[in-house]
């Protein structure tokens, strides 16, 4: 099994691997912070792009599925007292209900076009964010509230950071080959094609709702996990967790990495946290940096103009073109007879 | 009796503003097809510089015409800038707006200072009359009467005019109007600069009424549009003002009667339109399905 794994695999395990030195190298307590935020937002990222990239379908809800993994836990956490089994209980809670949610908001409203279902997943998470406001007694409304995660046990207590972070790196890991597999299997191909062309998809004989409700339920669930992380991360959950800007974030996230490469996303977040954390670090500089946004505005913009694959499907496409020349070159005169 | 007529007014020029801003994208979105989700950044830059030329006019009517002179000229760079490279592309559209937003948003705090503006309603709109016991508020008032007026232009316009017709044509088979000596591209421009000021008009209307502008309600009241539209059905005029309305009605009412509803009775408003009738009350048949 392991013979046929393609080139492209050794890379990323090699670069997971060398991921894994960083903390040893610069013991930065805001660095590692920094690193795990991208880690998380990598893989809410990635579960966004099983949707916008594979399936076509653009969402405005996704942030709903990641307050629900956030909530779940620090709900739990708090209920239970810090212990092993709360947090377990929450993690399951988490995946469970945001698959639920998943299928249920799936059924209801996939059948819709673009932009009604951009819509109506908008009505959806902002439904959540109301819930989290008003049922005051579980969440505690706006203020949100603090909470603690149990200890890890031995030396792993002593390094919490660092353990924080090789756990954030091992599901990103993880999530990314899992989704990879999914993405290259033949469901994933079937998904492509409903996003290039739906009505020949049908006329194929493949019934596209089961493929949707699918993708959007395996979307949520990774979603869902991408909240766990986040809240355990930070040991903190308000209300803004459902808020569009985390939908936003991972959309331009996706945007900019690479729409339809699972790579990209993870790309995507790691700019877009380091741009974040150091342009506005910068508005000593020059005050335009406090309002980096413009600039982030502009880059999307331009990226949507003029580079619509993003950093990562760029190179690709360059890379299958350059591979697709080179095969020519070898056997030109078979190919002229074969066409 | 006397406050349903209360609450019901309250409604109806709530429904007015809201139709207000939503009547700029009917005809962007339902239209052209278009999916402006920058709207709600021109709404709120209407809103802004009303409030910057009030302050420098003294003068309402002055500042009602230069926000609609800057909704004009954002209209034309968003147009000319954001929209034409991709006409046809329905996400391309909602990911290159989305960013657009983002750009004026914060390009109003850069421009008029981060922190919330006040507005202030002129003196001959203040103060308000009484009819028994029902309270009318002038501006309210003032409102439901513009609203009305800016419908029945629009709607007299797009249904009897040759702009109109060229418009709705224009719309329907892109080709063929060229193709009878018409610069489409022209006409859209035209089209997207009204609904564009149309925004920044609402945004005028919203800041006395609200005594506050501030950045963040351009993606606040945007979304709201695109809901009434929504509910209204794509490119449907008439469907527009009656969303419009039924958004406001129900906001106001369940604001006072069900106070823990009134942050998702819009939402769970959209949810069964679409659910129910997923083309909206009034579709335009032909243009939405596009």
Known sequence: ???????????????????????????????????????????????????????????FGHAMFFGIGAYSVAVFLDLMEASFFGLLVGIIAAVLIGGFIAFL?????????????????????????????????????????????PDFPGILGEYRNITMYMICLLFLVLFFFGLRRLTQSPMGKVLVAIRENDQRVESLGFKIMPYKVIISVVSGVVASFAGVLYAISIRFVDTSVFAIDVTLDALLMTIIG??????????????????????????????????????FGIVYILAVIFFPYGIVGTIQKHWVKRKYKKRNEKAPKTDKLAS | M?????????????GMLIFLIAAGLTLIFGLMDVLNFAHGGLFAWGAYSAVWFYAISDSFIISILGAVLTGLVLGLITEYLIVRPVYGNHIQQILITLGFMLVLTEMLKVVFGPDIKAATTPEYLSGSWFIGDVTII???????????????????????????????????????????????????????????????????????????????MGLEFGIFAFIVVIIGGMGSFPGSLMAALLVGLSNTFTAYYFPALSMAVTMILMFLVLMFRPQGLFNVSGVANK
């Open chain 1, 258 to 295: 690479g729409v339809g490469t699972l790579v990209g996303p993870i790309i995507g977040a790691g700019i877009i946290e380091f741009a974040h954390h150091y342009l506005s670090g910068l508005s000593d500089v020059h005050w335009i940096f406090e309002r980096w946004i413009i600039l």
């Open chain 2, 2 to 14: 006397d406050l349903f007529l209360n609450l019901a007014i309250n409604g109806i020029s709530t």
């Open chain 1, 105 to 149: 908001a799936g059924i209801l409203t996939l059948r819709l076009k673009s932009h009604y279902y951009a819509m109506l997943t908008l009505a959806l998470a902002s439904l959540f964010m109301v819930v989290a406001e008003k049922w005051r007694s579980v969440t505690r409304g706006s203020d949100g509230f603090t909470f603690r995660i």
């Open chain 1, 1 to 59: 099994m392991m013979k046929h794994a393609e080139k492209s695999t050794w890379i990323y395990l090699a670069v997971a691997f060398l991921l894994i030195f960083i903390p040893f190298m610069k013991d930065d307590r805001w660095f590692l912070f920094l690193m795990i935020q991208i880690f998380v937002f990598g893989i809410f990222a990635m579960s966004y792009d099983l949707l916008l990239g594979y399936t076509g379908i653009v969402s």
């Open chain 2, 138 to 216: 002038k501006y309210r008032a003032f409102i439901i009467a513009v609203g009305l007026l800016v419908f029945l232009v629009m709607w007299a316009i797009l249904k009897f005019t040759k702009v109109g017709l060229i418009v709705r044509a224009g719309v329907m088979n892109k080709e063929m109007i060229q193709a009878l000596g018409i610069n489409i591209k022209l006409v859209f421009v035209g089209v997207f600069m009204v609904g564009s000021a149309m925004a920044a008009l609402g945004g005028a209307l919203f800041a006395p009424s609200s005594g506050v502008v501030y950045a963040e």
